[in-house]
């Protein structure tokens, strides 16, 4: 089953599948979107996310956006998948009417894996039903009410991940500038690489960031950089036919081997050695 709305004027897009492996390509849009993939089989479903397998247990939910790559070749089970795009929603706009979105979308932290628990299951399923109802409406307003659907999607699991995640011990408006500090990092980390930098731009202290980090997880301000400079090195090596000298200067550095000396501290492995190892693993 394969559901789609598309707005040629805007290029405003979005998709629902039940197996996003067979209909991944078939959308009018295939790049630039943001994904809920949720895992409705009884079995554990397995994919790929950049170049680690990621495993969904049944009647989990995972967000994804277009800085990561999927791979699906390893998946056995059908995959459900909601797909949209900023020009049918996006998401920074409506920060003020879906708070804490930054738990799900745009953070450089860990992918956020959701439990849709036993008691909520049927008010998932019955959502999941009301969309299919809904694109197989087409009228004026169908566009309207699919917005309102995906924003109360947002909002059943943003409720869900604000329990399971480790943000309890934070309000919404502390979690609104990790959600910011994160988003402007994905932005500005080939050329900003200071803490400072970030909380210049969020009105913020370093040591205020840094203070509100501690208490969001393990993870400093510098560490999130760092490790976001090194996932996009990874990424390039793993995903373009560019030499590690091209890959130095994409991302910053004026030195090649002050990159490799980087990657190996960030990696344990030099740019040329991660490559090796990437074609072994084939």
Same mark, same amino acid.
């Given at each position: 089953?394969?559901?789609?709305f598309?707005?040629?004027?805007?290029?405003?897009?979005?998709?629902?599948?039940?197996?996003?492996?067979?209909?991944?390509?078939?959308?009018?849009?295939?790049?630039?979107?943001?994904?809920?993939?949720?895992?409705?089989n009884s079995?554990?479903?397995?994919?790929?996310?950049?170049?680690?397998?990621?495993?969904?247990l049944?009647?989990?939910?995972?967000?994804?956006?277009?800085?990561?790559?999927?791979?699906?070749?390893?998946?056995?089970?059908?995959?459900?998948?909601?797909?949209?795009?900023?020009?049918?929603?996006c998401?920074?706009?409506?920060?003020?009417?879906?708070?804490?979105?930054?738990?799900?979308?745009?953070?450089?932290?860990?992918?956020?894996?959701?439990?849709?628990?036993?008691?909520?299951?049927?008010?998932?399923?019955?959502?999941?039903?009301?969309?299919?109802?809904?694109?197989?409406?087409?009228?004026?307003?169908?566009?309207?009410?699919?917005?309102?659907?995906?924003?109360?999607?947002?909002?059943?699991?943003?409720?869900?991940?604000?329990?399971?995640?480790?943000?309890?011990?934070?309000?919404?408006?502390?979690?609104e500038?990790?959600?910011?500090?994160? $988003?402007?990092?994905?932005?500005?980390?080939? &050329? /900003?690489?200071?803490? !400072?930098? #970030?909380? +210049?731009? =969020?009105?913020? *202290?370093?040591?205020t960031?840094?203070?509100?980090?501690?208490?969001?997880?393990?993870?400093?301000?510098?560490?999130?950089?760092?490790?976001?400079?090194?996932?996009?090195?990874?990424?390039?090596?793993h995903?373009?036919?560019?030499?590690?000298?091209?890959?130095?200067?994409?991302?910053?550095?004026?030195?090649?081997a002050? $990159?490799?000396?980087?990657?190996k501290?960030? &990696? /344990?492995?030099?740019? !040329?050695? #991660?490559? +090796?190892? =990437?074609?072994? *693993?084939?």
């Amino acid at each position: 089953m394969r559901h789609t709305f598309y707005d040629k004027k805007l290029g405003a897009l979005l998709g629902l599948s039940d197996d996003i492996k067979r209909d991944g390509n078939r959308f009018p849009i295939t790049s630039n979107t943001i994904q809920f993939l949720w895992n409705r089989n009884s079995e554990p479903v397995n994919f790929e996310v950049d170049t680690s397998e990621l495993q969904l247990l049944s009647n989990q939910i995972v967000t994804v956006t277009y800085l990561q790559n999927l791979s699906f070749a390893k998946s056995q089970l059908p995959i459900t998948a909601f797909v949209f795009n900023r020009e049918f929603y996006c998401i920074a706009d409506h920060d003020s009417e879906v708070s804490c979105n930054g738990i799900l979308f745009f953070g450089t932290q860990d992918l956020p894996i959701i439990s849709i628990p036993k008691e909520l299951q049927k008010r998932f399923d019955l959502l999941y039903e009301v969309f299919g109802e809904e694109f197989s409406t087409p009228d004026n307003i169908q566009g309207d009410m699919l917005q309102m659907l995906l924003k109360r999607l947002i909002i059943m699991t943003t409720r869900l991940a604000k329990d399971q995640l480790v943000v309890k011990a934070l309000n919404n408006e502390q979690i609104e500038v990790i959600r910011k500090f994160n $988003f402007l990092v994905d932005i500005h980390f080939k &050329t /900003k690489r200071k803490v !400072s930098d #970030y909380a +210049e731009m =969020l009105f913020k *202290s370093p040591k205020t960031l840094s203070n509100l980090f501690s208490m969001y997880n393990q993870k400093t301000p510098q560490q999130i950089i760092l490790e976001r400079l090194a996932l996009e090195a990874k990424r390039l090596i793993h995903f373009t036919d560019r030499q590690n000298q091209e890959i130095a200067y994409e991302l910053g550095f004026n030195d090649p081997a002050h $990159f490799s000396r980087f990657f190996k501290k960030m &990696t /344990k492995k030099t740019p !040329s050695e #991660y490559r +090796e190892s =990437l074609l072994l *693993s084939v």
